[in-house]
């Protein structure tokens, strides 16, 4: 009788690891699912939408390599006051 109980109890504890497995992977896609629906709500990034003309508007852009008029974002008052 005490083996029965615990076969029983064990496939109770067996299916209890993989509901709960399975609720965590559920979770995992109904999170992803959501992010990926809102990131489609979006659109484009904010740093994608600029002037393809003007090399300042780029990811990467440094005033150093350029002969520009002094950029406001770079203002350096030790340099620049001079």
Partial sequence: MTTLWT?????FAI????AFWIAVALAVLLI????????DEDGQPK???????DHREDLF???LPYTDEPDTRYYKPHVDDE
Wanted: glycine fraction near 0%; charged fraction near 25%.
């Fill in 7 to 11: 076969v029983k109890l064990t496939a």
């Fill in 15 to 18: 299916l209890l690891y993989v």
């Fill in 32 to 39: 992803s699912a959501a992010i990926i629906r809102r990131s």
């Fill in 47 to 53: 740093w994608l939408d600029k002037d393809p003309d």
């Fill in 61 to 63: 852009y440094h005033p």
